[in-house]
């Protein structure tokens, strides 16, 4: 279950916050393009104003956790 490194998305699942098992995003074979990641990060963010404080890395791979979950 492939996902991406991120410095700040690597110390949320140190300290506990959250689970990379829990929060693996399965992108499609084609990829993301730049837009469609904004687009859906933009989506994320709207539907959950609470979390606009969180680090912004962690937030797009929320995102795209919830756009892309794994089967």
Known sequence: MPWH???SAWHGFHDG???PKK???CLPKSGV???Q???????FL???PKLLNDDASMLIL???TDAFPCQ
Do not use: C, D, F, H
């Open 23 to 25: 929060y693996a995003s």
């Open 46 to 48: 709207e539907a959950n």
């Open 37 to 43: 990641a904004i687009r859906v990060t933009v989506k």
């Open 17 to 19: 916050r959250y689970s």
């Open 33 to 35: 393009k730049g837009q």
């Open 5 to 7: 490194y991120s410095g």
């Open 62 to 64: 929320l995102a795209l």
